[in-house]
Every structure is written in C-alpha cells, then in structure tokens.
C-alpha cells in the first residue's frame, strides 16, 4: 500500500501514473529509471507490500542534480515519483513480483490506482521478440493496447502510426477464428490488462518486443516512443531527446576487470 | 531458439518466469485448499518464554530501546564472541519458519538446539530494553516481510533504534577499480531517513543492494520512521571466521554505552564459532 514519504499524503487525482511491468529485459523497469532520472521527479512515497522481493540501497537517482533527496536516502523496493508541473507520477518497482503473490499485486495496484484518482495509466512492458509470428517481424517491435475506458486515445495513438498488439489464435492450425491476447515474458502485463478492462480503469500498455541482454537501446526505444504520446521531454533542436541515465546504471555488467587477467 | 550451428538452446529472462501466470486462473476448490495450507505452513511465528509472554498479553509490545539483528553466519558469530559472552544475556525468544531449505520447525514450539539454523532472540539483563536477534537460518523469498513485520511488530516502535549486521561476500560488491582482496573484510552502511547517528563507515555506493532480510528490515523501518543502520561486511570468505567478525566492532561502538563489548574474546570461544568450516577431509588427506 502507498506510504507517503511526508506527513501528508499527496493528490494524484488528474495525474498520469507510469508503472512499468517486471518484464524480459527489464525495459519497462529501466524506462522509468529515465523518466525519473531525467525529469528529476521527487520521491513522494513508497509502495510498502509483501508482494515484491524486500530489496534496500542508497539513492539510485543521486549525482548531477539527484531528484531532491541526497546520495544517502534510502530506496526500497516500489516507491512512487511525482512531478506536479507534468502532473505526471511514476511508481518504480524495483523487484520481481512474488510468484505466489501475482493476484494479489495486481489487486493491490488496481485498487491503488483507483482510490487515486489517476486520470490515465500508462504500463511499460516487453515481450520475448523470438515468439514474434512471421508478421510481426517485419516493422516496428512496438505496440500497444488501451483497454476500453481508455478508448478515446485510440486516434492519437493512430495518428502517431502506432501498432496495436496483434492476438494470437487460441488453438493455432485447428481453430482459426478464436483468438486470445499473447504476451510471453510479459510478466504481470495480460493479468493488469484484464484486471483494468473489468475494472473500467484507463490504461495504455506500451510493449516492446524484445530479448535478453544489453537492454538499454531497447530503453531509449521504448521512452523515445513514449515521448511521442505524452510528449514528457521536449526534443533537442537535433531531433533527439535529451534523457539523462541515472548513476545506478553504471557497472551493469559486474565490476571492473582483474588487471591480471591479461 | 535456433542457434547458429543449429542446436536448440532454451531461452530464459533474468527477469520473469517462462511460465505465463494463466495457470492461477484455472483453479479448483481443491488447489485453493492445498494452496493455503502450504501458505499456513510457510507462515513466521515469534515465539516467546512464558515471561515475555506474559508481558505481552498484559501490554501489548515490549518496551525496546535498542534492538540489533546479526544476519548470517560471520555476523551472529560477531554477536556470540563478543556480546553474548560479555555479560548477561537471557535468551527470551525465538522465530520458527519453514521452508524447503530451513525444515528445522518440526517441532515448532520447542527452543532450537544450539548450533541448529535458527533464529533467536536475547535480552540483555541488566537493561531489558536492549534486545539481540541472531538469524542464522535461510529465511525463504515470500517469508521475509512477514519475518521482519511480525518481529519489529512485537516491539513499541516509539523510542527504538535498530541495527542491522549482515555478512555478504565480495563478489556481490561492485566496483569500477578490481578490487585484489587488500582493503576485505570492509563495512558499508545504509540507514534510514530518521536515523540521526553519525555515520562509522562509507555508505553503500549505487549500484550496489542489499537483499533478503537485511532490506526487509531496513524498508519496514524506513516506512514506520523508526531510526536504522545497516552495516553490511563484504568479505572474501565463504565460512565464519574470525577476522570478518571483528571487523563488525565499529559498528556497534555508537551503542557501548548500552551493549558491552568483550574487547578480546579467548581463541577457544573464537576456534568453536570457526571451527565449521574445517573440512572434515577431503580427496587429499
């Protein structure tokens, strides 16, 4: 449940909130990271639940400007962001989620965001690219679903050329006409999907098909991408947009080599 | 996936489960029943001796101005050499959990024997507020929350200070230069937003974490506003051992006024916290 860092809880009603999935690659995480770490976004509370794997470090967002805390505070595993001015809040889960525990997260988030307020929830999320059907291969390895409350950003969404996420048949080569939604390594994505359509929530998924590995290209992928609909970071003269990487990305491939081993 | 010389390799996430969770939706009576009686098997439960007890039932939480957590093998080993043994310490309680690798609660409310993985909490004698948890027991994913809420719940959150030593090896702890070993066993420290203490030693550097149930404790404490420290030793060595215990002295010098410390524990008491390790033989003996 939410645990406002001040003495008073904060209003989130009109925000947008941005959650990312746990999800292959982490993009969805590592998406918000730049979102935070670039808008400078304060710490406004934490996520407390026995949901998420307990996890506990200094500031991931210190160095160059932080976001209002210093290099000493403390980060848990899912705290919440805000930025007033954007009207923009991002709750970053750091974690995986608890196998055991899945429903009961997805529970959690829904009734959270509803007691909010947010007008609007965007989820960052991936998909393993090798289950990619001989169409999806070809163009963009973005896409999206709204679910029906959210409906009316369908046209911006066209507008921009976006790609909706296809569905697969259900029973591939015996039953061609039923078809279900598909989101391998999606982690909790299909799950907050159908929990949002019953629920009328508003909610936007933003995916990238994607695989393991060096995943921060697919990062810059999927912001830059988002930026085009929330239009969260203004781009530079150049055409690109100018995020700033969080000090916490540094040495994400171990430490630093033995000098011996050449 | 199809690789290049033509085998079939299984392709994993570091990040999600292969299996897509659908198959929680399709559950009878009979899997929710088996479900929650594994949940209720899994579940942490503080026990204490009758006199707690008792003091508990007539107000609720004990009265707790310091309480100390040593996590891991070195760092209860620090707690027994050099605190235990000092001066009076009552054992008054302990923490029985199972899981699959900690299946010692078959008999949960006996005391565990000595030298058992356990969890155990002492009171010191001469000030009752001042309270000593050594874990030295595998504490599973889904039951850390719980072990941290029930046990800094059975306390008054008003007035108390927590401390937390926890061992971790070198090789979690990253760096941009190598490190050879020179500066090991070393201590970082993390605490949270109302912990007011000076700090002894360099805070934890991103992009480094603390996990299991070091982070439980700290995060509940960073959300209940109750002042903590964490020290966590990086060492080069798998087993107890006496040089990595006496690395956490610092960490508990801030409280001298209220845990004594045994400046120099005898090498007997020292050899018995070590003596694990020794390979009864080997290949080559």
Not at chain 1, 6 to 35: H, R
Not at chain 2, 124 to 138: E, G, K
Request: proline share 6%; aromatic share 8%.
């Amino acid at each position: 449940m939410f645990v406002s860092s001040e003495d008073s809880t904060p209003s989130f009603k009109g925000f947008t909130l941005i959650l990312p999935a746990v999800s292959v690659g982490n993009v969805g995480q590592l998406a918000a990271d730049l979102i935070i770490s670039t808008l400078n976004m304060p710490r406004v509370g934490h996520f407390h639940t026995d949901c998420l794997v307990p996890m506990a470090g200094n500031n991931p967002y210190s160095g160059g400007g932080g976001s209002g805390g210093g290099a000493e505070q403390l980060s848990t595993n899912a705290e919440v962001y805000s930025h007033s001015d954007l009207r923009l809040a991002v709750l970053q889960i750091r974690t995986p989620v608890l196998q055991t525990k899945v429903k009961s997260f997805r529970k959690l988030l829904v009734s959270w965001i509803k007691s909010s307020g947010f007008s609007r929830t965007v989820l960052l999320s991936s998909s393993h690219a090798h289950h990619r059907d001989d169409q999806q291969l070809h163009g963009t390895a973005l896409r999206y679903l709204l679910s029906p409350a959210l409906q009316d950003a369908e046209k911006s969404l066209k507008e921009l050329g976006w790609t909706e996420l296809e569905r697969v048949c259900a029973f591939p080569g015996i039953n061609d006409s039923e078809k279900r939604l598909y989101i391998p390594g999606g982690g909790v994505t299909k799950g907050l999907y159908t929990d949002c359509c019953t629920e009328c929530v508003p909610l936007a998924v933003v995916l990238l098909f994607c695989s393991e590995g060096d995943n921060v290209p697919d990062t810059f992928t999927l912001t830059n991408h988002l930026n085009d609909w929330l239009h969260l970071l203004e781009k530079t003269p150049q055409g690109s947009t100018p995020w700033r990487v969080p000090s916490s990305w540094r040495l994400l491939f171990g430490s630093g080599i033995p000098p011996l081993l050449f | 996936m199809a690789t290049y010389f033509g085998e079939v390799l299984s392709v994993y996430s570091r990040a999600v489960e292969e299996d897509e969770y659908d198959d929680l939706e399709d559950e009878n009576e009979e899997d929710v029943q088996i479900r929650r009686e594994i949940e209720e098997k899994r579940e942490v439960q503080v026990r204490w001796c009758p006199e707690v007890s008792k003091t508990l039932e007539s107000s609720g939480q004990l009265q707790c101005s310091n309480m100390i957590i040593a996590v891991g093998p070195s760092a209860a080993g620090f707690v027994s050499a050099y605190v235990l043994s000092a001066e009076g310490w009552t054992q008054v309680g302990w923490v029985s959990l199972w899981n699959e690798r900690s299946r010692g609660s078959s008999r949960p409310d006996t005391v565990p024997q000595p030298g058992e993985p356990s969890f155990i909490i002492y009171q010191q004698n001469s000030s009752p507020s001042v309270l000593i948890c050594q874990c030295t027991c595998y504490i599973a994913e889904d039951q850390l929350f719980q072990c941290a809420e029930k046990v800094l719940s059975s306390v008054q959150r008003r007035g108390l200070n927590v401390t937390v030593l926890s061992d971790s090896t070198l090789a979690e702890y990253k760096t941009p230069d190598y490190l050879n070993g020179s500066g090991t066993p070393f201590l970082r420290a993390l605490k949270t937003s109302s912990y007011t203490g000076s700090m002894l030693c360099p805070l934890l550097e991103q992009p480094n974490i603390v996990t299991g149930l070091p982070a439980a404790v700290l995060s509940h404490c960073q959300v209940q506003r109750i002042p903590a420290v964490l020290f966590q030793c990086y060492t080069d060595v798998l087993h107890p051992d006496s040089v990595t215990m006496e690395t956490y002295k610092p960490a508990l010098s801030c409280l001298s006024t209220s845990v004594k410390l045994e400046a120099c524990p005898s090498v007997e008491v020292l050899q018995k916290l070590t003596q694990i390790s020794d390979a009864q033989s080997n290949l080559y003996t």
